[in-house]
């Protein structure tokens, strides 16, 4: 490797950062003193470059303890792993929570995306920018110093849009901690940033429906004790792991193919063949990733299974891996969830401990290990050959395909990647029988369904509901428009999205249903706005979204994320360009040359939300011509 | 090898092979485009072991690093070897079919203990028989070599010392093993099969040993020719020396600065009665000269093949007429020939090829036609017929064998002749940097981001204990002469060896340090090692 190092050197802190996640350094050849040894021989090649997936997890660590990431810190990581400074530079500066400019050890994250400011949360971004300046971009922004304890920055959808508006406090340190917390008052923001506790003891898991017995996926949540491997016991955990093991993997891929199930993550692929398809691949080893990097705005259902459940997203990858031939799972986590991440740790060590996980699972050999792999706030990384990427230790950019995962996916090897919910209805098409789950919901869309509903709604959170019902029956079930306001919108699917009108309603939210309607289920987003939303703003903000989120990799997205959100802010400034209808077309050119050419769906969907809100709701209709 | 001068193994196989040995070669920086070949393999899981006393951008790519003491090759690998026949990994079969003097090899590695080889080359132990195992355990394997094992007054003893261990492991004759000098040019290879050397003619053949060769090549040129070689670079200037050698035509050569002991050189080429040179650039040898020919660069101004280090040979082709006066090397040889009174008309580049494939058999089935349809082709190529040989010596596999026996030599360490002493502390090894080519002639014409003029190269141990800062004025002198450079602090190098290239000899004539001390069989000199003494510049 040719490593061209800086000059740069790490503080004590830096290297004990480091240290601490990656070991003391061997020899003089990976950051440590000459040894006599080193002026004859080094060892690298394989060994080392193997070690590049450790570079995120590094970079988290160095993160965490101090704050950012210095030039010194970074040239440190470059030597103790073998990679050359500006690769590591292109890595960090991928991702929003690593900053490579200089930070204060307390950041707080205030949410100012579609769920949250409409319920307060730009109010509050306002009110804190009066009272304490502008929003913290590092030392070359309009902050000319850096706070010195505490900075508070805008963030994208933080996944507490039930509890909006929402806020992340960061704290670097030698025990650095982070808490997700929502709502949060101006008082309490304030209070944050002058550098008190973030505050305690809300509720964080909104599970209206709790208690219901027709639940199948949320009847642990809110019922269980989340850290007690016995509690999740009594309550029918890992029956289905012991059917599993008595059926065998070719029967649980039978199962899951049976029951017809659909990944919830957005695609709807048939989650049966995908295993199969994993569970066919001749080449070793086989992965297996949950992918929890859930961040599609308005989406925390899956949030809510792993700090309410926990045990069943640990359970229900051990079946999957069994089923197809893995001895290794990742749970890609976003960085923004770090309670789910403490009970998703604790978990599985407990199921370490009671040798559920480990060398010899149930003592049936088996062999299954679980790692959780924190994102660092990039959207992007949700997308499933980006997670293979991020997990690699090199920028989060999604790859072509072919090959596809179940083909070359993590290390190049059959990957099996499915969302936290997809994983979670397996236990119960084990618990009935895949035929029995079938049954459930309609022909074409089987099986019950997590929907978040936010934004204008009486009783926001988590509803599941078989397949089959219909758009009005969620509204109703969630208590209809808060305080009784006319519906204006609805935004189905999240960010990637479409808006939907008040006339919609009757839609049967199934796959058939929403696609003869032109509409997508994505996430399971049910975001309302009632008649005082500024929905231009709203689209805004979802252009925005997309323009910071895309990783830059591709030339349809990159320039046409840019592009669009012009000419929204355009439109909105009543200076559309040639005109109203020639500044639509331009929108609309743009919209389908991302959806055509884009490598990934972001690109792909960036369109979406922008043409429903033209097109379904005539945002535009009563719109000057500039 | 074994008879014929050029790499036994193709680029493609290198990138097909298990365990690549880098041996005195940092490929990574000077044979840049080999290097590419390499890394495919690296990425195709191949395992990368460097050889070389500094650690070099290639041993930063290596699985290993065998950071040796200057010129301890053959105790390194006769410790290999040893370590190899004591762990049952030799390839008996193998050397029973294709090998000769086994017993007497076997007998002579049996002193290079792992401990003793420890102490001569200072590589740990246990590194030495990680490389000897991997090695022989792989199921193909290469080893390619340049300067760091040519560049010493034992070259082709240190040489036989790799080919041992290829016979040892019967690591040769197959796809993707074998053994490989990597060629420092286009075309390096390419001079050698014309026979531009002093012992053999077109197609390495021995026109002394062999009277059906002498007689084919008498018959052809209308000639009788006398049964004894030539002179060798070296040889030539020991008879400069003597006074024999009185007269010099040199074509493409620099030696005024690329030769080692340049104080020397400078006396003995401007002593001569009589110097031409021929080159493309007015180098520092032909301002010594007498008469200059102006000459053409051969690689777009002229026509004809080119050899690369895998013996592919192709085609070049005139795209450029050459400037001013300068004149094709082909013309201006055949005008010298026509004024000394031999006529050869001026053939075509097509005409001299054809007459070389008429009197080598290995070239005669590379018509130009084929050339241009095959993109070029490998020798040995027989006929027209022939498809060209990827892999040498595939007859040691033959059972029985084919044609002579490989034979094992036996060959013992010998350190530099000049060796770091009270006087002169430090060993001064010289080599070449990315950028730049040889003596510059080539390249320093043109600028590049990567260049940083000439400088000392020492460890951050010495730079402490002489109280040297990076850049600093620093006097290397040896016992032939002084020059003055900046230091550059290197951490790829140990405590006691300093590193100088000789890219800048019009600012630092680094080759009025290095050591005449040449290899009797091949002629090269040791400008890998020499003694020096280091003092920084005051004031």
Excluded at chain 1, 214 to 222: F, I, T
Excluded at chain 1, 365 to 370: H, L, M
Excluded at chain 1, 593 to 605: E, F, P, V, Y
Aim: include cysteine.
């Amino acid at each position: 490797m040719d490593l061209h190092l800086l000059k740069a050197i790490a503080t004590p802190d830096e290297r004990d950062a480091v240290d601490a996640h990656l070991g003391p350094p061997t020899s003089g050849w990976d950051g440590g003193a000459r040894q006599p040894r080193d002026a004859h021989t080094a060892s690298g090649g394989h060994e080392a470059r193997s070690e590049r997936h450790r570079l995120l997890p590094a970079l988290h660590a160095i993160q965490a303890r101090i704050g950012w990431i210095s030039e010194g810190a970074l040239n440190y990581l470059a030597e103790r792993l073998t990679v050359p400074p500006a690769d590591i530079f292109g890595v960090a500066t991928f991702y929003g929570l690593l900053s490579t400019v200089p930070r204060p050890p307390r950041v707080l994250h205030l949410c100012d995306d579609i769920g949250c400011r409409g319920k307060g949360g730009e109010a509050l971004c306002r009110a804190v920018e009066q009272a304490v300046g502008p929003a913290y971009h590092g030392p070359e922004g309009p902050h000319h110093t850096i706070p010195e304890a505490t900075a508070w920055m805008r963030s994208p959808c933080l996944g507490l849009c039930d509890h909006a508006p929402a806020a992340l406090l960061t704290e670097a340190g030698p025990k650095p901690a982070a808490r997700l917390f929502g709502p949060v008052t101006t008082a309490q923001a304030l209070a944050v940033v002058e550098g008190g506790a973030a505050p305690g003891g809300q509720d964080r898991i909104r599970i209206p429906q709790a208690g219901d017995p027709g639940l199948r996926l949320l009847r642990r949540v809110n019922v269980v004790d989340p850290a007690s491997l016995d509690d999740y016991r009594a309550h029918g955990g890992y029956l289905g792991l012991r059917r599993a093991f008595e059926i065998g993997p070719d029967a649980v891929i039978r199962e899951v193919t049976e029951s017809k199930l659909a990944g919830r993550g957005g695609a709807a692929f048939p989650t049966g063949r995908k295993w199969a398809a994993v569970a066919g691949q001749g080449v070793r080893p086989h992965y297996l990733i949950c992918n929890a990097d859930e961040s599609e705005p308005g989406t925390f259902k899956d949030r809510v299974i792993k700090e309410g459940d926990p045990f069943a997203v640990i359970e229900s990858m051990t079946i999957a891996g069994f089923a197809t031939g893995c001895e290794q799972g990742y749970i890609y986590l976003r960085g923004e969830y770090p309670e789910a991440r403490a009970r998703l740790s604790q978990a599985i060590e407990a199921a370490r401990r009671h040798g559920l996980l480990g060398p010899d699972v149930m003592g049936r050999g088996y062999r299954f290990e679980i790692e959780i792999r924190e994102g660092a706030g990039a959207y992007i990384c949700g997308e499933e050959t980006a997670i293979f990427n991020s997990i690699e230790g090199f920028r989060g950019e999604p790859r072509n395909k072919p090959p596809f995962p179940f083909q070359a996916g993590l290390f190049g090897k059959p990957t099996l990647v499915n969302n936290v919910e997809t994983l979670v209805n397996v236990l119960e098409i084990l618990r009935i029988g895949g035929r029995a789950y079938a049954a459930i919901g309609t022909e074409g869309s089987t099986g019950p369904r997590l929907f978040c509903l936010s934004g204008s709604v009486e009783r926001p959170g988590v509803y599941e509901v078989p397949f089959g019902a219909t758009l009005r029956d969620l509204v109703t079930l969630a208590g209809g428009v808060a305080e009784g306001r006319p519906l204006q919108a609805v935004l189905l699917g999240g960010a990637a999205g479409v808006f939907v009108r008040p006339d919609e309603l009757d839609m049967p939210l199934t796959f058939e249903g929403v696609r003869a309607a032109g509409a997508t289920l994505g996430s399971g987003v049910i975001m309302l706005f009632d008649d005082r939303a500024d929905l231009l703003d709203v689209v805004l903000r979802i252009a925005a979204f997309f323009r910071d989120e895309s990783c830059g990799q591709c030339v349809p997205c990159r320039v046409g994320t840019v592009r669009q959100e012009e000419a929204l802010h355009r439109l909105k400034a009543g200076r559309a360009r040639g005109g109203l209808t020639t500044e639509l077309a331009l929108l609309e050119e743009i919209g389908l040359a991302m959806k055509d050419a884009s490598i990934c769906g972001l690109g792909q969907t960036a369109y979406a939300a922008v043409e429903s809100a033209v097109k379904r709701l005539h945002l535009f209709a009563g719109a000057r011509t500039g | 090898m074994f008879g014929a001068g050029g790499g036994t193994n193709t680029y493609r196989e290198v990138e097909e092979t298990d365990v690549v040995f880098l041996w005195g070669a940092n490929a990574r920086e000077n044979h840049p485009i080999f290097f590419h070949h390499v890394l495919k393999a690296v990425r195709r899981g191949a395992a990368l072991f460097v050889v070389d006393p500094r650690r070099t951008t290639s041993a930063q790519w290596a699985d290993a690093w065998l950071g040796l003491h200057v010129g301890t090759d053959i105790a390194l690998a006769n410790a290999m070897a040893r370590e190899i026949i004591h762990q049952g990994l030799a390839n008996e079969a193998f050397i029973r079919r294709a090998t000769e003097h086994f017993e007497a090899y076997r007998v002579s590695v049996e002193t290079y203990t792992l401990a003793y080889a420890e102490s001569v080359t200072g590589v740990p132990a246990d590194v030495i028989r990680r490389a000897a195992e991997t090695y022989a355990r792989a199921d193909r394997a290469v080893i390619c070599w340049t300067l760091g094992i040519t560049e010493h007054h034992n070259a082709v003893d240190n040489v036989l010392a790799l080919i041992n261990l290829a016979l040892l492991t019967g690591h040769v004759g197959t796809h993707g093993s074998g053994v490989n000098p990597l060629r420092g040019q286009n075309n390096v290879q390419g001079g050698g099969d014309m026979g531009a050397i002093p012992n053999r003619l077109a197609g390495f053949q021995d026109w002394t040993k062999d009277p059906a060769v002498k007689a084919k090549f008498d018959r052809a040129w209308g000639i009788d020719m006398a049964p004894t070689y030539g002179k060798n670079l070296t040889q030539m200037f020991e008879a400069m020396e003597h006074g024999e050698l009185r007269a010099v035509y040199a074509i493409g050569e620099n030696p005024a600065q690329s030769e080692a002991d340049q104080h020397r050189t400078e006396r003995l080429l401007t002593g001569l009665d009589h110097l031409v040179v021929q080159d493309i650039f007015l180098t520092k040898t032909a301002e010594f000269a007498h008469v200059v020919l102006p000459a053409s660069s051969s690689w777009c101004e002229s026509e004809g093949t080119v050899t690369n280090s895998e013996r592919r040979v192709q085609r070049v082709r005139k795209a450029l007429e050459p400037p001013g006066n300068a004149r094709d090397d082909q013309w201006i040889i055949s005008e010298i020939a026509r004024r000394m009174g031999h006529d050869w008309g001026h053939p075509t580049g097509e005409a001299v090829w054809n007459e070389v494939r008429s009197l080598a058999p290995m070239l005669a089935g590379m018509s130009y036609e084929r050339l241009e349809r095959e993109g070029g082709l490998h020798w040995p190529c027989y006929d027209e017929s022939h498809p060209g040989e990827t892999f040498l010596h595939s007859r040691l596999w033959k059972e029985p064998r084919e044609g002579p026996a490989a034979p094992f030599s036996v060959v013992e360490h010998d350190p530099p002749v000049e060796m770091p002493d009270a006087e002169y502390p430090f060993q001064l090894t010289t080599g070449r940097r990315l950028d730049s080519y040889n003596t510059g002639v080539q390249t320093a014409g043109y600028a590049s981001p990567l260049r940083r003029g000439e400088s000392v190269d020492l460890s951050p141990e010495d730079a402490i204990r002489l109280g040297v800062a990076d850049g600093a004025p620093v006097r290397v002198t040896s016992r032939r002469g002084a020059v003055v450079a900046p230091a550059r602090i290197d951490t790829s190098l140990r405590a006691g060896l300093v590193f100088m290239t000789f890219h800048y000899q019009d600012e630092v004539k680094t080759n009025v340090l290095t050591i005449d001390a040449t290899d009797p069989k091949s002629g090269t000199a040791e400008f890998k090692a020499c003694a020096v003494r280091l003092e920084p510049m005051t004031g």
